[in-house]
Every structure is written in C-alpha cells, then in structure tokens.
C-alpha cells in the first residue's frame, strides 16, 4: 500500500513555499553573521580541511536569529584554497542541537564565486532547472565574520533528508551524493559514472559517498541493470529525470556533471516507487565555467553536440539512453523545450537582469570578490580572464548561450520534424470518484502515441497506448484524435500525453513528467461515522520518519466507506475544549477503506501533515470533530515505546497495544515472518478472550511474560498448532518470547481482554 497522506502533500506543497521557505527567495540577499571565540577562526577552519571535520562557533546570526554551538566548516574542492580570504563554507545549525533550524533548514551551504565572474551561474541555473526537475532553490547572502564582511556568497539548498522527504516523499531510502571520495581529479580511482566493476558493493565505495544507513546493494543493482540489463531500466531508476538531467547538462555545457570528464556532481535517492531518482548539484560552473571539458576529447562550448558522450565507454548512462531510440527521441524533446522556453526567447536573460539587479550592492560591497567589479558588469555578455578560475577564459553568459541556440538550430537531431499534439483533454471534465472517463488527444505526424498517468501524485507515472481506432471513445478510425479510457477509483488523476514518428517526439505539456495535466475528482466531504481514529503512537522512536527525518508522535485516520471521502475541514485536539486546536488542510482526502497518516508532533510549519499538538506517553484523550460534534475520539493510558494503540479490527470498538502498521491497515493477527526471516508462525487472535493460537511449522520454545518482565508461563510447541488457555489471566498486555531452535530469539506483544 502506497502511502495515501502523501495525496496531500502536493497540494500543501505551494502553502509551505509561501510561509516557511523565504530563506532562499532570489529577490532577497540574506544576512550570515558567524561568530567564533578565537580570532585566528581561518586558520582553524583551514586545519580543519584535513579531517573534513567541523568547527564550533559560538553563534551564527541569520537575518537577526541567533543560534548558538553551530557547526561550521570550509567546503569545496577547487573553489577552496588555504590562501584566500573568501571560501566556501558549510554551516551545521543541528550541529550540537539537534532540534535546532531555521525555518526548517539545518544546513547552510554558501559557495565563493570562485570561477564566475558573473556571480550568478549558481542561482540562475537553478531558476532554470526547477522548471523541468525537482533541485535545490538557491539565492544569495552576506556572510561576515566575528563582525567583518567576508563577501557575498550565492547559498543553495543542501540535498538532505528534507529534501528528500518534499520532493521525494520518504526520508529512508538508499541514498548517495554522487562525488568520488576526497574529490575528482588526477589520482581518482573509482569516478561515480555508473560503469559496472563486479557485484561487490566494496568496489564502488571511493566513487560515490553513502549518505543513509544502508543502500550498497541497492546501487550496484541500479549499475548492473544499466549496464547488463538495460530493459529493465525503468524499474530501477526515473528513467525520465535522468534525461531531463542529461538534456539540462548539455544545452547549459554544464560539464562539472555526470556529462562532464569528471562524471560526478549528482545525488541518487531511492524512493518510494523503488527507483533511483537523480538530483542535480553544484552549479558554480555552469555555462562553460568548467575547465574540464567532456572527457571526450577537444570540445567547443558553443558547438556541444546534443550527442556528446553518447558512444564513450565512461559514461554509460549518456550511452545507454542515447542508444534506444525512445529515449533518445524523448531525450532530444527535452533538451528542445529547455532551448525553447528560456533561451531561444530570451527568456533567461530577464531572470538574469533581475537576479543582478538584487545582488548589484553586494557585489560592489564585497571585498574579497575574485572579479572586479567591471568584469561582473560586462560578465553577461562578455568573456571574462583570470580571477579564481584556473586562468582559463570564462564566456559570457548571453554571449554563449546566443551561439548555442544558433548552433541547435542547424543541428541535425535537432531539427528533426516532431508530432503535434492539440485538443488535449477528457470527455468528463469535472468527474466523480468512480466514474469512466476517455483522454483524448489531436495529434499530426505522428506514428505512437501514449498516455502516462498516476493516481497519487508521488507514485511514478504509468505509459499506456492511446488508440484511433473508433474503439476506444476517440471518434472515427485514422482520424488523429486518439483516447484511452480509465476509471477513476481514486483522489487524484495526473496524466501526460507523448507523441512520436520515427524521428522526434512531442510531449504534452512539454514539461512532462515535471508537469503534468490532472483531473479535479469530485470526493464527497466525510460525515459523521465515515472516518476514524484508527492508530496512535505517542513513543515513536524509530517505527517510521517524516519529511523531515525526525520520528515524531503519529496518529491514523481510516475511512470506513467503500468510497474516497474529503477530510478537510475536519478537526484534531487533544483538548475537549479546544475542539478547533488543528483544522486539516484543503485537498486533504483519503481512498475507500484506506488510512491518511497525521504527525502529531505540534510542528505545523513542517511539510506535510503536522498538528500544533503533540501526544502525550502518560496517555490523554485525541478528538476528531467538525468543531462542534464529535466525530470519533480515544481515550489511552500510559504507552510503550514503538508500540501503536490500534483499532482491532480496523474502525472497530476495541483499541489493543500491539505491533504498529504504520500508513497500513492494522493487522489482527499477529505474523512474525513479517519481522523476522528466522520464524514462520501466526499468533492470534489479537486482542485474545480465551484462547491464543500458535499455528506454524517452527518448533518453538515460548515464554509469557507480564508488563514488568514476570514469567506466567512457558511451554515447548512442538505441533503445527498449539493452543494456550488465558481465560483466567488478568485483562493487559503480555509479552511473548519464542526461542527457535538455532537459539534466535523473537518478542512480540499481545492484549488480553
């Protein structure tokens, strides 16, 4: 079951930008203040490169906020040099305190300048990229030192369990930062290029840098599959994002990439669809700014073909991708659009005269900038020499980027003739939950066309034909107008089209899958009886985490009908008088007989579902209401650690302590070959009267203990099934313990009524 809170968390997703998120607004350049109790802070910082470890501030100050026992550190690998007045940092708020953000935010990355005359490559290439995939928001700050202004840094969002939890929607999975270990260049042994070594996981570890728990397996089948079982691409990874990723690199010549001699500079996080998805970082030295070049040999930025890498043996992936027709044809629509929408219009340069607008005093005002303050003026449409860079010439941006678009339009794959795609839309524009509807599209010089669809916005999208065959709600035969038919059994319809000929393909919207088209499903409001509290757990240590990796108090919603029902507007307390404590947002609805996950954590500002409330351990009353009539509420005691209090069964009359099945059903009965591979039996029922069953093949030895660790009983189950008389115990909670016979122990909660 996917996790159906996370249908809101789209529609939350703009609210959240707007109020808790103005930390990277581009319109303004934020305030740093880093103070350290020694003066020689540099040199201390510098010695601390050689273990990459942090130093402790004694404060930070951002727009006016103090944050005290802060981590801070220089980064970089060319852009740091023990010589200079002006390297980048990385600032740690949870450095100490691990509670402590601002605005949500616990790192803070801030880079130099160093190799950008211009000083907005950074910020500017990544107001482009969030058009087409999710990445970074970035601006800039002045940052000072023990009270002297250091320079004016561009800041991007550090790619972190937070990001992951907003753009992925899981904060657990395998995650890497995509940079050999101590830095590319000359002496690198393993690059991050997704080239297949073996399968030993330890054969990758100096190429790509771990950043959960776990994931080693994860990453070698991504390269395997890439490189030995290419058909199976798309159960692995998002095969889109990565082209859009690859499309971005190459019409930007941002080579400091995965497209790049270097093959580094990108994240993969495994989410939730259980695929590798691809995020894009450091920008400093896009628009030609990376003296590395391809890898491939002599290369012109202005003349970078779109085909670059596609035959190198060092980059699979471009090699891969650029290989199957498909892709390669969605490849280049891509890459179209990007040329399209911002630069053959102009369109980027209006961004770029806005952002230089913002940041014009910095600039003047910075005293340790690598350029002058003339180079930063003529930057944009004038080559640049010498400042931090290597020495090398760094074009201007209008200038390079006017060359690429002259160059594309006379680039053979480029002007390849695509399909059209007009009249898009569905026969039922306002449908029911439930309801058939028929996709239709007007398409011209095309031979395929597909509809990708989803029904909860973080799932992936699924390709399906389209036909014009007068069989599917499309009209006449060989009429160009195609349908596909779906009925809409959920909350949420997205869906994009794509069209091709043997040459080119189109999609509709262009931006797809980044954008997509949807469908406004009308759901009834809940009434009184549709939804209840159906789980709580109010000591939650580690059972599951939220966007923002923290593992707070939760509760869940379940919908008893055998339709979706909308929930907004609907209250949470835990205060009977306060019954409109937490209102649950607009947009916010649940599937037929499904569950909607809820934080209550009493942060509210978080991404997601978060009450103003928490749940106590000691135990108190949840309410759920309309404000003024009840709707359902619970009465618990005092809770055990990673233990829920569930409906038993699900929208029933009993609560039990037991297991929790966090964004799941509850589960009754209680299987231990769900936590464990080494036992195979059945415990049941839960909550118990009379009798409790073991039922299994394991011999087991079993003992029962109460709540403060007393024995009660203990036998030996021998027998598939064996039955235990609990009728004259007292009404709790007991704990079971089952020793197999390799001596591996397994304890699992149950509730005596």
């Known amino acids: 079951m996917k996790n159906p809170f996370l249908i ?13 998120q103005n930390f990277y607004d581009r319109a303004t350049v934020q305030t740093i203040k880093i103070y350290f109790a020694s003066s020689n802070w540099d040199a201390i910082l510098d010695a601390a490169t050689q273990t990459d470890a942090y130093v402790m501030a004694d404060s930070v100050v951002i727009n006016g906020v103090a944050f005290d026992s802060v ?10 040099n023990a010589n200079s007045n002006k390297n980048p940092f990385n600032i740690k708020l949870d450095y100490i305190k691990g509670k402590q953000d601002y605005q949500g935010y616990t790192s803070i990355k801030l880079q130099n300048g160093y190799s950008d005359p211009s000083m907005i490559r950074e910020v500017l290439s990544y107001a482009i990229l969030e058009q087409y995939m999710d990445c970074p928001k970035a601006n800039f700050a002045n940052v000072y030192v023990n009270g002297t202004l250091r320079g004016m840094y561009s800041s991007a969002e550090d790619i972190d369990d937070r990001f992951n939890g907003e753009h992925y929607f899981s904060t657990d999975g395998s995650f890497f930062k995509c940079n050999p270990v101590g830095g590319a260049g000359p002496g690198t042994t393993v690059n991050p290029d997704l080239k297949y070594i073996n ?5 990758y570890y100096n190429g790509y840098e771990l950043k959960s728990d776990y994931g080693w397996k994860n990453l070698v089948g991504l390269i395997d599959t890439l490189n030995n079982n290419f058909t199976e691409i798309e159960k692995v990874l998002d095969v889109d994002r990565a082209l859009w990723m690859l499309a971005f690199n190459n019409v930007l010549v941002n080579l400091d990439s995965y497209s790049g001699a270097f093959r580094q500079n990108y994240y993969l996080y495994h989410d939730l669809n259980h695929r590798f998805v691809s995020t894009i970082w450091d920008l400093n030295m896009s628009f030609a700014g990376f003296p590395g070049g391809t890898g491939s040999g002599a290369y012109t930025a202005t003349s970078l073909d779109p085909m670059s890498n596609s035959t190198s043996n060092n980059h699979p992936l471009i090699k891969k991708m650029l290989a199957d027709p498909m892709y390669k044809r969605m490849y280049m629509a891509h890459l179209r659009t990007i040329v399209q929408e911002i630069f053959a219009n102009q369109n980027y340069v209006t961004t770029a005269n806005t952002i230089r607008a913002t940041i014009d005093a910095s600039v003047q005002a910075d005293p340790y900038k690598f350029y002058t303050y003339t180079q930063y003026q003529n930057s944009l449409t004038t080559a640049v020499t010498g400042g931090g860079g290597p020495g090398s010439s760094i074009p201007g941006i209008k200038a390079l980027m006017d060359a690429r678009v002259t160059f594309f339009n006379t680039n053979a794959n480029y002007i390849l003739t695509a399909p059209t795609i007009s009249n898009v839309g569905s026969t039922v524009p306002a449908p029911n939950y439930g309801q058939t509807v028929t996709i239709k599209a007007t398409c011209s010089n095309e031979a395929t066309v597909m509809m990708g669809y989803r029904f909860e916005h973080p799932l992936k999208f699924n390709r399906v034909p389209m036909f014009d065959d007068g069989n599917h709600n499309d009209g006449a035969a060989g009429d160009h107008v195609y349908g596909a038919s779906i009925t809409l059994n959920a909350t949420t319809f997205e869906y994009y089209i794509y069209a091709e000929n043997t040459n080119a393909g189109l999609f509709s919207p262009q931006r797809a899958e980044h954008a997509f088209h949807s469908l406004a499903i009308t759901i009834p409001l809940a009434v009184n009886g549709d939804v209840k509290i159906n789980e709580l757990m109010a000591v939650n240590t580690q059972t599951a985490y939220d966007s923002n990796g923290e593992s707070d ?15 907004s507007g609907l ?4 205060d009977i008088f306060n019954l409109m404590n937490w209102q649950i947002p607009a947009g916010t609805k649940i599937n037929a007989n499904d569950v909607l996950i809820i934080w209550a954590d009493n942060d509210a500002n978080q991404f997601g579902l978060h009450t103003t409330f928490k749940l106590s351990a000691l135990g108190e009353s949840v309410i759920l209401s309309n404000g003024s009539t009840i709707f359902d509420g619970v009465d618990y005691l005092l809770q ?5 209090y569930a409906r038993c069964p699900n929208g029933g009359a009993t609560f039990s302590l037991v297991q929790p099945t966090f964004d799941a059903l509850n589960n009754c009965v ?11 039996i059945k415990i049941y029922p839960v909550p118990a009267q009379n009798m409790l069953t073991f039922e299994g093949e394991d011999k087991l030895s079993v003992e029962v203990l109460d709540m403060q660790g007393r024995l009660i009983t203990h036998f030996e189950k021998n027998d598939f099934s064996h039955q235990l008389d609990i009728s004259s115990w007292n009404a709790g909670c007991y704990i079971t313990r089952l020793t197999a016979v390799n001596g591996q122990t397994q304890a699992v909660l149950f509730t005596k009524e």
């Open 199 to 203: 399968a030993d996981s330890t054969s």
């Open 8 to 20: 809101v968390l789209f529609s939350l997703f703009l609210v959240n930008q707007l109020s808790a």
């Open 670 to 680: 209680v299987g231990l070959n769900e936590l464990t591979d080494a036992f195979s």
């Open 640 to 644: 055990t650690a990673d233990i829920s």
């Open 71 to 80: 981590g801070v550190k220089y980064k970089g690998n060319s852009s740091y």
């Open 571 to 574: 209250y949470l307390t835990d």
């Open 553 to 567: 108090d939760w509760l869940e919603l379940y919908n008893t009908t055998n339709h979706a029902i909308d929930v």
